[in-house]
């Protein structure tokens, strides 16, 4: 009904129309079984964003922890609640278990934050206490299968 719905909508704008559909799978070529084949037919452009890397991976979740909604305190060195080692550790520990995507990394950091918080507040937040969390960490990909 949806997918009906977009296909009218491209028919009634044949010109100057652009609609962006976002959807998240391991395999891009999944998406041709979401879609119906009207739909697909009127597509003229994909953009795949690939699996990060651990560098791109370390430099993302450092953005997070920097983002000024994040961030309580201008003299926090970059990486804090984390030591640099241990945020580092995540990122490879976490590329063990899943991809390195968005998604993923800030579903680590979260729950890993969280369990931070309740069992060593106020201390940051070091590689041995990472290297233990994530032996027990469980990612989405693994609920799923």
Do not use: W
């Amino acid at each position: 009904m949806i997918q009906q719905g977009i296909r009218d909508v491209f028919d009634g704008c044949p010109s100057k129309l652009g609609i962006v559909m976002a959807f998240a799978s391991k395999e891009s070529s999944h998406l041709n079984e979401l879609l119906i084949g009207d739909i697909l037919s009127r597509s003229s452009y994909r953009v795949e964003i690939p699996v990060l890397d651990e560098d791109d991976a370390l430099q993302f979740a450092i953005d997070i922890l920097n983002d000024p909604e994040v961030k309580n305190s201008v003299e926090n060195p970059l990486s804090y609640p984390f030591t640099e080692k241990s945020l580092s550790e995540m990122v490879n520990l976490l590329s063990k278990k899943t991809d390195l995507t968005p998604r993923e990394i800030m579903k680590c950091l979260g729950r890993l934050v969280s369990d931070a918080q309740q069992k060593i507040y106020p201390e940051e937040i070091k590689p041995k206490f990472v290297t233990d969390f994530m032996k027990s960490y469980v990612s989405q990909e693994d609920v799923i299968e």
